[in-house]
């Protein structure tokens, strides 16, 4: 528990940088280990439709090892792009569409849904190592990301989909 928590700290503060120069979160995502041990995206928008999936990196760990490179060795992850075969309108969970064993180990990462007129839904920042301490039947949430009355950044990442789902319907109150 307090491993998750330490990471859950660790993650909240690229978040915050980011949230300054992007619009408006209209929805959440939860990322839901299957008893198989597959992963589905729960997709719960405030409002409007999305259509589109992007797998970002976000950061990486060690940064760049090469010394002739100037950028970010997280910069030189490209991103990861599916176009949803019908759009999401309200609530919807889908077969991850990106492959968790090719997600690099040393590479944060952030699952983004996005609509036409600018709706777009968040993961939590994860890494391989998060994603691999979510068991069959939790959830991996942004609950750290987004406080709340009744969740807050100290609130463990990883729920049931029970409060996923709470958290999902107060995220949209």
Same mark, same amino acid.
């Given at each position: 528990?307090?491993?998750?928590?330490?990471?859950?700290?660790?993650?909240?503060?690229?978040?915050?940088?980011?949230?300054?120069?992007?619009?408006?979160?209209?929805?959440? #995502?939860?990322? &839901?280990?299957?008893?198989?041990?597959?992963? /589905?995206?729960? !997709?719960?928008?405030?409002? *409007?439709?999305?259509? %589109?999936?992007?797998?970002?990196?976000?950061?990486?760990?060690?940064?760049?090892?090469?010394?002739?490179?100037?950028?970010?060795?997280?910069?030189?992850?490209?991103?990861?792009?599916?176009?949803?075969?019908?759009?999401?309108?309200?609530?919807?969970?889908?077969?991850?569409?990106?492959?968790?064993?090719?997600?690099?180990?040393?590479? #944060?990462?952030? &699952?983004?849904?996005?609509?036409?007129?600018? /709706?777009?839904? !968040?993961?939590?920042?994860? *890494?391989?190592?998060? %994603?691999?301490?979510?068991?069959?039947?939790?959830?991996?949430?942004?609950?750290?990301?987004?406080?709340?009355?009744?969740?807050?950044?100290?609130?463990?990442?990883?729920?049931?989909?029970?409060?996923?789902?709470?958290?999902?319907?107060?995220?949209?109150?």
């Amino acid at each position: 528990m307090r491993r998750r928590r330490a990471a859950a700290v660790l993650l909240l503060a690229p978040m915050l940088a980011l949230t300054a120069c992007t619009p408006d979160v209209t929805g959440t #995502l939860g990322l &839901l280990r299957q008893q198989d041990g597959s992963l /589905e995206v729960l !997709v719960r928008l405030c409002h *409007g439709s999305v259509d %589109l999936l992007t797998l970002d990196a976000v950061n990486s760990f060690p940064p760049d090892r090469n010394p002739d490179s100037a950028d970010n060795g997280w910069a030189n992850v490209k991103e990861k792009e599916v176009a949803l075969s019908t759009p999401i309108i309200g609530a919807a969970d889908i077969a991850m569409p990106f492959r968790e064993r090719t997600l690099g180990k040393d590479v #944060l990462w952030e &699952l983004t849904a996005f609509g036409d007129n600018g /709706e777009n839904a !968040v993961s939590a920042l994860f *890494g391989a190592s998060e %994603l691999a301490a979510v068991k069959p039947g939790e959830v991996l949430t942004p609950i750290g990301m987004f406080a709340s009355d009744i969740y807050d950044s100290s609130d463990d990442p990883v729920v049931s989909p029970e409060e996923f789902e709470r958290f999902a319907a107060d995220f949209c109150s």
